[in-house]
């Protein structure tokens, strides 16, 4: 289980009687009895360990404009590389529309989508187009 990895490892802790996560770091406590923030956490340690990039390249909501965040973000070389954006109750078709949108207007090349029983990766270009897995650190 990715949760239980990220606390062995030291990236996340499940505080208050398994209320309450904390993100180590960046020091942010947030409520675990939303189920976007569960998927949040289990798609941050996914970032550090399958995809191998460092957990002090990954910031936590990201802001885009004044009223709009980006749930995880990954920067490589000081700029951002890849958004992620967790919806769970959103129309999936919109919420993707949402995503892409935001994760232009930061000017990553890779963006992702997920949701309870998705997961969408996209290469951002002129014609943004779908990918089958986000590319691995180097």
Do not use: H
Not at 22 to 42: D, I
Not at 70 to 85: E, M, R, S, Y
Not at 94 to 121: D, L
Request: glycine content about 6%.
């Amino acid at each position: 289980e990715w949760l239980g990895l990220g606390q062995a490892k030291g990236y996340i802790s499940i505080i208050k009687d398994g209320s309450e996560i904390r993100y180590n770091s960046s020091n942010q406590n947030r409520s675990l009895t939303k189920q976007a923030e569960k998927l949040r956490a289990v798609f941050l340690v996914k970032l550090i360990e399958k995809y191998g990039y460092p957990e002090n390249n990954i910031q936590l909501d990201v802001e885009v404009n004044q009223e709009e965040t980006i749930d995880l973000v990954v920067f490589k070389n000081g700029k951002p590389f890849i958004a992620i954006d967790i919806e769970i109750s959103a129309q999936k078709k919109e919420a993707i529309k949402q995503t892409m949108k935001k994760a232009k207007q930061i000017g990553v090349e890779y963006a992702g989508f997920i949701s309870q029983n998705t997961q969408c990766f996209f290469i951002i270009s002129q014609t943004s187009k779908l990918i089958t897995d986000l590319p691995k650190a180097s």
